[in-house]
């Protein structure tokens, strides 16, 4: 199937030509010709499927056809949960609609504001947005709203977690109610779809993915290791192996912080993305990471949601995450369009409950390898022994504890590693 057979015009296909696309990925064969035939949408995808492409191509083609030079009022806006993310769809839609004269223009909060309401009185075609800011601008008077001809929440279920929900309702009661509504999201929760269907009408669905599944072109496994002994075990793994550039989660900002600290005694430039960091010294930072300047950067989910980094070899959970979907967003950074990637985890045995719920929502079995000089003292199981399940008291493992599983070794050793499965 080509971009034309989808139905985009020649302005459109230009530029994806230029861009190297040879041909839409699934979500974009299914979604972009319900939206150019002007319907409702509700899709399923996770980063990584090249979901941005598939509501931005159709929406710069529908809005070119009747476009009026100079048009002062958004005609599309697209919310997105975070600044990176909306950063992107933006920086998409510039180079797709590199061959239109349609305006687009950016506003997210943690920067000044009256930049923004400048931009906004040249007149815009398509306002990208995150939901705060629309708002504060919107009550000031410097949007208006009542031209919106389509609207697109991208990844709404993470829009959801943040606790935008009031803000889109009033966001969504400023429109005009005759409007197309296109919905990412990348689960369906009961939440998500009541969402839908207070908004969309009649929508169609697709799915592109079951709900959580971990990308195929990437590889991942975990290495086992003591808390204490993470960030020296990063440190190996990062000059042993002559990583160019590896993108590393944590749990928290001052997890990362410390992270970041322990990376540059060891003279490995990092750099951390969280919520507590400046907008300048995030924006510094992913540039300087895109650019093949910054070997690691450390980043929190919220901040990396989204992150569309190119050719992203390398992803390292340093902290696995406490909502398991998190996961496969996580190590969706990597192996993206096809092309292939590595993840790894690092977990210690007080993260056992987090590593099972992940292999369950992903029904697979992560494979372990132990790395030499790095072997943990305290077991990391295979099953959750008795004694934790169901108990919020922390886990305490030791190798001789009765109730602890010994991973079975089903290779054996080989050169610096050990390979365990279950
Ligand atoms: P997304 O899921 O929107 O975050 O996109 C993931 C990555 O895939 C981005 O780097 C896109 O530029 C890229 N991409 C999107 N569509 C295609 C396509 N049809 N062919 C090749 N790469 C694509």
Redesign the pocket.
């Known amino acids: 199937m080509s971009?034309e057979a989808l139905g985009l015009s020649r302005p459109l296909t230009t530029a994806?030509f230029e861009?190297?696309?040879?041909?839409?990925?699934p979500?974009?064969e299914r979604s972009i010709p319900i939206i150019l035939k002007k319907k409702d949408l509700m899709a399923c995808?996770?980063?990584?499927?090249?979901?941005?492409?598939?509501f931005t191509l159709p929406l710069l083609d529908l809005l070119k056809n009747n476009h009026q030079v100079g048009s002062k009022f958004p005609r599309a806006l697209i919310l997105a949960p975070t600044r990176e993310l909306s950063a992107?769809i933006k920086e998409?839609l510039l180079a797709y609609g590199k061959n239109l004269s349609l305006k687009t223009a950016l506003v997210f909060g943690g920067v000044k504001i009256n930049p923004q309401i400048a931009i906004l009185r040249e007149g815009v075609d398509i306002l990208v947005a995150t939901p705060g800011r629309l708002l504060d601008l919107f009550q000031q008077g410097a949007v208006t709203l009542n031209k919106v001809e389509i609207l697109v929440l991208d990844e709404a279920d993470r829009m959801l977690d943040m606790g935008f929900i009031r803000d889109i309702k009033k966001i969504i009661s400023y429109l005009p109610s005759n409007r197309q509504n296109l919905l990412f999201s990348a689960t369906f929760s009961n939440e998500i779809r009541q969402l839908g269907k207070s908004l969309l009408k009649n929508p169609l669905e697709v799915n592109v993915a079951p709900q959580v599944v971990t990308a195929k072109t990437v590889k991942h496994k975990i290495h086992p290791v003591d808390k204490a002994k993470k960030s020296q075990l990063l440190s190996y793994l990062i000059q042993s192996k002559n990583w160019y550039q590896a993108l590393v989660f944590c749990k928290t900002k001052h997890g990362a912080n410390n992270l970041v600290k322990k990376l540059s005694q060891d003279n490995i430039p990092a750099l951390a993305i969280h919520g507590n960091k400046s907008q300048s010294a995030r924006t510094k930072a992913l540039e300087a990471f895109k650019q093949g300047k910054l070997q690691i950067l450390v980043a929190t989910d919220i901040a990396a949601r989204?992150l569309?980094i190119?050719q992203l070899a390398q992803v390292v959970n340093y902290d696995l995450p406490s909502v398991p979907e998190d996961y496969v967003h996580r190590i969706g950074r990597t192996g993206?369009?096809?092309a292939s990637g590595n993840a790894i985890s690092l977990v210690c045995a007080d993260e056992i409950k987090e590593l099972l719920s992940i292999e369950k929502v992903i029904k697979q079995t992560i494979k372990r390898e132990e790395v030499e000089g790095f072997e943990p003292k305290h077991n990391l199981p295979i099953a959750m022994p008795r004694n934790v399940q169901n108990s919020n008291s922390k886990p305490k493992f030791t190798p001789k504890s009765k109730t602890t599983l010994k991973p079975k070794v089903t290779q054996k050793p080989k050169g610096k590693k050990r390979v365990f499965s279950r």
Request: hydrophobic share 20%.
């Open positions: 971009f994806l861009k190297g696309y040879q041909q839409p990925t979500i974009q995808a996770q980063t990584g499927t090249g979901k941005t492409a598939s992107q998409s989204g569309d190119e993206r369009a096809g």
